[in-house]
């Protein structure tokens, strides 16, 4: 048992060069592969051309085979005539007759060239006179001619040992008329899923299981990387069943496995390991976040790696310590060597402007997810906090920054480099930021259908007035409650230059709650629920994040509740049971009244239908768009507006219940 490595956590540097000093970082050998197989594979060796390409000399266009000397001085006034050769070479024909001097021949587009000729004169230039040829355009030698081997050689070398195939490459292949090619066979990678709460996608969900999205994610991202990976399936956790199916596994070149990766009773995967072959684990803990507990392993010569369960953590481990390694078995150009100094391969980097600060703990490295909006001062980057066991964090990201061993946090404005996840940025043609909404997903949709790219941000509805002041959202929707005049949104644009505020639709605001809960069910008004809660009638609250205009409507409320009965607002959240649990979004709010993690919470009726609760209404509230002025003619701007014209996106926006009023899409300010 070495579970003592857990505790000796390494550096990522460390633990790579741990893991690789037991690995032969070499391609697998190589294999002939049928040309319609070779897209994506790796050449193993080089292609010389066995033809010359093209193999004879070729018209470029319709027109007439001539001797270019009998072309010279002929113009518009005075064409040159010529006799028309009784021979018409169409494509694919091998021509009979010589062109002597003062003879033309009608050639197709890729026709051969017949003998005696030197030029083509496009038809255009021409005209026919009985069996007489008018040209008034001279032509030089070689004008619309390809002469063989004019594009490849034979004996050439056309491609290298080590090129990745692209459709290009695989198309000078099928043109020197290759019907296979030599590349680099692919690692045959096994890949497991552990643990007793997976199922697999398609098995009926019940609460405390997860579907095995990880499996997924492995084997695309393997084959991604020029692998081939083989699916073993899901093994509970079941030490026979594990050691098993991990001898099987060690049949092929690699070894992936998703979770057992902790210290938890129930983690034993690494002991397994340990006892398959030496030298087992090498690695078995690294100063990483997140990925701290992945678990690196060596047996029978083969890499055997351990991924953390969660996601997030899964994807970062694997192209951190798995992916250098695939590639470098693969033959990808580049990757071997890896000990001496990493991977070559091109990372892909822009400068940014950190949104918000970012924070971090001392002594491990962190990844941080990004997304990137384009503002007036270039570039900002907004993390994305789901947290590791998101599945959705790196579809949704643009990118990620690194947080070094030594540093505790990046400063709000300050400059950060930020590695895109692919090596070209396509920034969205429409960037929300600001509060959550499931009309405003169904618009975002509406806009992609027209072939708009949108992207959603979701940080609340006071960040999404920041985000807007300083140009870095196309839109913000909003809904932020004014205290002092119960009026939604203006309020708090009234008097900022370059902003405009646009009606949007109206949600209907309330109490979230099970229907089988006897208290909510009751008919009692909110206030006389509210003190009874706080009076010991305990129901445990799911709250908005801060900024949130449900945030701000539920401590106007509870501030008119304690301030009849003597209490203040800070009296009052330290007696309301779940008042410091934050959810970001309403269908975070329902899914944690829903699952029993909470028994209320204030969210929108939409909802609230959806997730089967029950809702009593409070209020009605504005949801609004807020934009830069300088940013209303942008075309994807101005197409999100005319949707909300369209009688059909206002009857979409009615079936979620919402109602629409009369000026919908009309400015409120200035």
């Not at 539920?554 to 304690?562: R, T």
Request: hydrophobic fraction near 40%.
């Amino acid at each position: 048992m070495k579970q003592e490595q857990f505790l000796q956590v390494a550096s990522p540097e460390e633990a790579k060069q741990r893991f690789q000093a037991h690995l032969c970082l070499e391609p697998l050998g190589e294999e002939p592969v049928p040309l319609a197989e070779a897209l994506g594979r790796i050449l193993s060796r080089d292609v010389t051309a066995p033809v010359d390409v093209p193999a004879f000399h070729r018209s470029n266009v319709d027109g007439f085979a001539v001797i270019a000397a009998d072309t010279y001085g002929a113009d518009e006034e005075n064409p040159c005539t010529l006799r028309l050769s009784p021979e018409r070479i169409p494509t694919g024909h091998v021509p009979q007759r010589e062109i002597e001097r003062g003879m033309a021949a009608a050639i197709a587009t890729g026709a051969v060239i017949p003998r005696g000729a030197n030029a083509v004169v496009m038809v255009e230039y021409t005209e026919i006179e009985g069996e007489t040829l008018l040209v008034y355009r001279p032509v030089f030698p070689g004008e619309n001619i390809t002469f063989a081997g004019q594009d490849i050689m034979q004996g050439e070398t056309v491609l290298r040992r080590g090129e990745y195939l692209s459709s290009r490459e695989t198309g000078v292949l099928a043109a020197l008329g290759l019907a296979e090619v030599w590349c680099y066979r692919k690692p045959r990678i096994a890949v497991l899923s552990t643990g007793d709460e997976i199922i697999a996608p398609g098995e009926r969900m019940r609460e405390g299981l997860i579907y095995d999205s990880n499996s997924r994610i492995v084997c695309d991202a393997i084959r991604e990387n020029g692998g081939e990976p083989i699916f073993l399936g899901i093994c509970k956790d079941d030490e026979a069943m594990l050691t098993t199916m991990l001898t099987q596994a060690l049949a092929y070149d690699m070894v992936i496995l998703s979770g057992g990766t902790s210290k938890g009773g129930g983690d034993f995967t690494y002991r397994v390991i340990d006892r398959l072959g030496k030298p087992g684990v090498v690695v078995h803990g690294v100063a990483l976040k997140p990925g701290k507990p992945i678990c690196l392993a060596v047996v029978q010569d083969k890499p055997v790696v351990v991924l953390p369960g969660f996601p997030t953590s899964a994807i970062f481990t694997f192209h951190e310590f798995v992916k250098p390694v695939i590639r470098a078995l693969a033959g990808f150009p580049g990757a071997s060597g890896l000990q001496q100094g990493g991977e070559r391969e091109e990372q892909a980097v822009v400068r940014a402007r950190a949104a918000v600060r970012f924070t971090s703990a001392r002594g491990r490295l962190e990844y941080t997810l990004v997304n990137l909006v384009a503002g007036r001062q270039g570039y900002s980057a907004y993390p994305i906090g789901k947290g590791s066991g998101s599945v959705t964090t790196f579809s949704q990201a643009d990118g990620f920054v690194k947080i070094g061993t030594q540093q505790e946090m990046i400063l709000k404005d300050e400059e950060v480099t930020v590695y895109l996840l692919s090596k070209t940025l396509r920034l969205a043609d429409l960037v929300s930021i600001g509060s959550h909404c499931v009309g405003l997903d169904y618009l975002i949709s509406r806009l992609k259908a027209q072939g708009w790219q949108g992207k959603i941000v979701h940080v609340g509805s006071l960040a999404g007035l920041q985000a807007a002041k300083r140009g870095e959202s196309d839109l913000s929707g909003i809904h932020l409650l004014d205290e002092r005049s119960g009026t939604y949104n203006l309020p708090f644009v009234q008097g900022e230059d370059g902003l405009l505020l646009i009606r949007g639709y109206i949600r209907r605001q309330g109490i979230l709650y099970r229907p089988d809960d006897p208290l909510f069910c009751s008919g009692t008004d909110f206030p006389t629920l509210l003190s009874r809660i706080l009076h010991g009638e305990k129901r445990v609250l799911i709250n908005r994040n801060k900024g949130s205009g449900t945030r701000i409507l539920l401590d106007m409320l509870l501030q008119e509740v304690l301030s009849a009965q003597g209490l203040s607002l800070d009296e009052g959240r330290e007696l309301l049971p779940g008042y410091d649990v934050e959810a970001r979004s309403h269908n975070a709010v329902a899914a944690s009244i829903a699952l029993k993690k909470a028994d209320w919470g204030i969210g929108i009726e939409t909802v609230a239908r959806d997730y089967g609760l029950g809702f009593s209404f409070l209020q009605n509230e504005h949801y609004d768009f807020l934009l830069p002025a300088d940013r209303q003619d942008r075309p994807a701007v101005v197409a999100f507006f005319h949707l909300l014209q369209e009688e059909e996106v206002r009857t979409g926006l009615r079936k979620l219940g919402f109602e629409i009023p009369p000026d919908m899409g009309e400015r409120l300010f200035p």
